[in-house]
């Protein structure tokens, strides 16, 4: 069985970008298509080097929770943690 991005996913992250686009990037947790088990800091760690990665063109970045509940664990602005 593949893994479903959006519905399997435990972590994504928004954008702002500082021409005005939002772009929401959800976490891989696998390490390839037809593992058997997430591992969450492994997104957790993909995500972080995503967000380092278009610092140079984002005003702010949150990664937040995809089980609903929608909580923010990280926030960022301009590549800044600040939370």
Known sequence: MAWKLIQ?????VDFVFT???VRRFY??????????HRD????LKRLRNLVAKYSVYTERAKIAENDG???V?????GGTRIE
Do not use: V
């Not at 969450?40 to 997104?43: D, F, K, P, S």
């Open 8 to 12: 399997d996913s435990f972590t994504y």
């Open 19 to 21: 021409d005005g686009n």
């Open 27 to 36: 976490s891989l947790d696998w390490p390839h298509r037809y593992s058997k």
């Open 40 to 43: 969450r800091e492994l997104g």
């Open 69 to 71: 509940t929608e909580k």
């Open 73 to 77: 664990l990280e926030r960022y602005e």
